[in-house]
């Protein structure tokens, strides 16, 4: 079955910098849309950054421009989020997700997305 499992969250003071890893088991890796999304208690599942796996088309949002970097490596069916020049808003769960359908550019909303992985907690202070 498809799994997707995150690593590498923890606690930075802000300016610091995290790297976040998604490893994908039990499907096809290549020319799908993985992203990366966060979520604070009480607020939606904002998307951070995309990647059209295979392909390499990066999509990030405005607050993290600049300063985060979404990457892949096909070999080992992961991807990663470096998080550079961290800010206390970054604080979140972040989530890893895949979209088995889309073709061309991936979707932002988190109901365009059918697998997820179990979160990894970032807290900037």
């Known amino acids: 079955h498809v799994q997707l499992v995150e690593s590498g969250g923890g606690s930075v003071q802000a300016g610091g910098s995290l790297l976040l890893s998604c490893t994908v088991s039990?499907?096809?890796?290549?020319?799908?849309?993985m992203a990366w999304f966060r979520q604070v208690p009480g607020k939606e599942r904002e998307v951070v950054a995309t990647?059209?796996?295979?392909?390499?088309?990066?999509y990030y949002a405005d607050s993290v421009k600049g300063r985060f970097a979404i990457s892949q490596d096909t070999d080992k069916k992961a991807i990663y989020l470096q998080m550079n020049s961290l800010e206390p808003d970054d604080t979140a769960k972040y989530y890893c997700?895949?979209?088995?359908?889309?073709?061309?550019?991936?979707?932002?909303?988190?109901?365009?997305?059918?697998?997820w992985g179990q979160g990894t907690q970032v807290t900037v202070s």
């Open positions: 997700a895949r979209n088995s359908y889309a073709t061309g550019s991936c979707p932002l909303g988190q109901s365009s997305y059918d697998y």
């Open positions: 990647v059209y796996t295979g392909i390499g088309n990066t």
């Open positions: 039990g499907t096809t890796f290549n020319i799908r849309c």
